[in-house]
């Protein structure tokens, strides 16, 4: 991500004219790759978003959506145009964010609990004894 990104800047820096020419294809080619993208991913995993529906995930994001926009609107400055565009980067980027924290905690915690689990072995089992009324 910051290769591309240091590349863009050297050539907006040394060589403005060519810089200019190239960013309207470069911005197209980046618009029609995110659209593939998207659809791209949407197709390979419909089965795994037909099965998150009705398991609350759905609602977790648009709250996380929203309240990432009503706070980067809110924080946006008194501009409207400025508002906007916080408001729009920061529920965007959350989403980003939360996904890659998410899977990434989520394996860190499966192979967290794998080996805790090999560490409490027990010798035999314990046995609960029933609670009796005896007051």
């Not at 990432?68 to 989403?95: H, Y």
């Not at 980003?96 to 560490?119: F, I, Y």
């Amino acid at each position: 991500m910051l290769i591309p990104l240091g590349a863009g800047l050297l050539v907006k820096a040394r060589y403005d004219e060519t810089a200019a020419w190239m960013q309207p294809k470069a911005a197209q080619v980046s618009s029609t790759a995110l659209v593939f993208l998207v659809v791209l991913m949407l197709v390979l995993n419909v089965e795994t978003l037909i099965s998150v529906i009705g398991t609350g995930v759905l609602a977790a994001f648009a709250v996380l959506i929203a309240v990432s926009f009503g706070l980067g609107w809110a924080l946006g400055g008194s501009g409207t145009g400025t508002q906007s565009v916080l408001a729009l980067g920061t529920a965007q980027r959350n989403v980003s964010a939360a996904l890659v924290v998410g899977a990434t905690m989520m394996g860190l915690l499966v192979v967290v609990a794998g080996e805790l689990g090999k560490r409490t072995t027990r010798s035999e089992p314990v046995q609960m004894e029933e609670a009796t009324d005896d007051d």
